[in-house]
């Protein structure tokens, strides 16, 4: 096996796949990134047949709930016996073996958080229908995180416990197996690998490592210590090596790089000590001797092998992949009676319309025996139980769009190519949009809230330009949609695109004098709302005017020249997560 995982990308995955096969409690589990594959497909396969067995390779149904998860009373058993009798969940099942995890991204918090939870202790407790029982549960995973963008992904504390990243959606089947390694080195490396020792100066360049490219977390330092113990036992060495250090940090570090290093460090000296040096200095300089000097080689290899997505975000400053918006996995909701299950609760005579059977059969079973039900099921108020559903919040973003005179034909054309790029971004995030035109003397609302794209997109191209600009008209009735649809529940977004400079009075008299302060006073009225807001000033240059408009909305402003159309869709998009989270 090439020790350069960087070399090719097969076999740097088949390079991630081995160590995790030699460690895998030890290094967690593997992320496989990317759409499913026949690459993927095959890598997912390989890595169950030798992390688990029909019986220890358990995979996670997207939406399992937590008791699916840590399992609890087994219903049927349980009134056969008259007593409690425990069914082991998933998590119990996976022990010594593996969990596959599809859809990983969208799993929600509760079942993160038990996940996670499984990982750190080696295992899982259950506290409920009458029992209190601990089962072992040590095992990797392999999480299949199909993440198209930064508004969803992997939740960081779960990519924080798996070591190992690979991207997946390019892979080839026949070049995986070129590189994949035979099962009798593999069972030697998972002998062996408990025998290695990672020597102190390895440890400290990997503790140096991590701190120049800006991770953070304890736990990296520890998967990459277990990482170069094994690469060192795949190549039956007793002591880690620089290349062990090497190629730890490229598999482990990559993908988790928070910030580039400087270019260069300063060399040693090479100069020798002048004799008049006092006693203190010279127990200094052997101090800083003693401490690690990163090898240039080192960080051009895990720089090289940084994907290149993150290479990029890296360079526009953006401080850590793991802090993007969450996914629509884990939006918040609204309580509702419809909606995904999100737990079990006592039922409310009068409220709740829907009985949960088997969470009422498994709160009442444990009693039986002393409620002294010989030839029947004694079943008491108190036991009933209904499902809590989540309805997601509904969420609408609404276009103010200036169409007058002052937007010249040039300047629409670019605005329109500006809001159907964010009409895409509102129906990836599968949003609901409206649109209000303003032209001549009164607004018109084109576009009533809905999820067409094609509509909005017909509607959009039809919008005519030329006559006065009615923009407190149009805020007016930006402001009374949005007060429904906020009364209706929803999350609202309103982006505002004009020049500022209206010249119809709010009773839709042309050339009022005071259209400004109409304006203005309008502005304030829609901020009473305290809705999220954006105004974009479509002029060529920006305008005092405009500015003064989206300080009065309590709006964020941003000058159109200074941006494309992909900048303002960016900035629609951050404002979207703000106000999800």
């Known amino acids: 096996m090439t020790e350069a995982p960087d070399t090719n990308p097969h076999e740097s995955a088949v390079l991630a796949a081995t160590l995790l096969c030699a460690a895998p409690v030890e290094l967690g589990g593997i992320v496989l990134a990317g759409m499913g594959g026949p690459g993927r497909d095959w890598l997912q396969t390989q890595l169950a047949r030798e992390l688990g067995n029909s019986s220890s390779a358990i995979r996670l149904p997207p939406g399992t709930d937590i008791d699916a998860l840590l399992g609890g009373l087994d219903l049927a058993a349980t009134l056969a016996a008259g007593r409690p009798v425990a069914q082991l969940g998933l998590l119990a099942r996976a022990d010594g073996g593996v969990l596959i995890v599809p859809m990983a991204e969208r799993m929600t918090e509760d079942t993160v958080a038990t996940l996670v939870a499984a990982l750190d202790l080696g295992s899982v407790s259950v506290q409920r229908d009458g029992l209190a029982e601990q089962h072992c549960s040590r095992f990797s995973v392999i999480a299949l995180d199909e993440s198209l963008g930064d508004d969803e992904s992997l939740a960081a504390s779960l990519a924080d416990r798996l070591a190992l ?13 070129r590189f994949w390694p035979s099962a009798k080195s593999l069972s030697a490396a998972r002998a062996w690998q408990q025998s290695v020792t990672l020597t102190d100066d390895d440890r400290r360049t990997l503790c140096a490592l991590a701190m120049a490219f800006g991770i953070g977390s304890a736990r990296a330092v520890l998967h990459a210590s277990v990482a170069a113990r094994v690469h060192a036992a795949l190549h039956g060495r007793r002591f880690t090596t620089d290349d062990d250090v090497r190629v730890a940090s490229q598999v482990v570090y990559a993908h988790r790089i928070r910030q580039l290093p400087a270019d260069s460090q300063d060399p040693p000296s090479a100069e020798p ?39 990029a975000k890296l360079e526009r400053s953006v401080s850590s992949r793991n802090r993007g918006p969450r996914g629509r996995g884990n939006d918040s909701g609204q309580v509702s009676e419809r909606g995904r299950p999100a737990g079990i609760r006592a039922y409310r005579r009068g409220r709740d319309h829907r009985l949960n059977v088997l969470a009422t059969l498994r709160a009442a079973a444990p009693w039986q025996r002393l409620r002294g039900a010989a030839d ?26 200036d169409a007058s005179g002052s937007t010249a034909a040039a300047r629409l054309a670019e605005v329109k190519g500006a809001i159907e790029l964010l009409l895409a971004e509102c129906y990836v995030r599968r949003d609901e949009a409206a649109l209000i035109a303003f032209r001549g003397t009164e607004p018109e609302c084109i576009l009533p809230p809905t999820r067409s794209l094609a509509r909005a997109k017909r509607e959009l191209l039809a919008l005519p330009g030329g006559g006065g600009t009615p923009l407190a008209g149009a805020t007016d009735m930006a402001t009374q949609l949005c007060g429904s649809l906020l009364r209706d529940g929803r999350r609202v977004l309103v982006v505002f695109l004009t020049d500022g400079r209206g010249n119809i009075g709010r009773d839709g008299t042309p050339g009022h004098v005071d259209a400004s302060e109409h304006s203005i006073a309008a502005a304030k009225d829609f901020a009473a709302l305290g809705c ?7 002029g060529r240059r920006p305008r005092p005017a405009c500015r003064e408009f989206a300080d009065a909305a309590a709006a964020e402003y941003l000058p159109l020249p200074f941006v494309d159309a992909g900048g303002v869709a960016g900035a629609v998009r951050r404002m979207d997560a703000a106000r999800a989270a």
């Open 376 to 401: 029947r099921l004694s079943i008491r108020s108190d036991d009933l139980r209904a499902t809590r559903r989540l309805a997601p919040t509904r969420a609408t973003t609404v276009f103010v769009v």
């Open 273 to 311: 000590q002048p004799p008049s040096e006092s006693h203190e200095n010279r127990a200094q300089s052997e101090q800083r001797d003693n401490n690690p000097v990163l090898d240039e080689e080192v960080l051009a290899a895990v720089a090289a092998a940084v994907p290149d997505a993150l290479l």
């Open 532 to 538: 999220a807001a954006l105004v974009i000033d479509t």
């Open 165 to 177: 990243r690979v991207d997946a959606a390019e892979l080839r089947p026949i070049e995986l197996a």
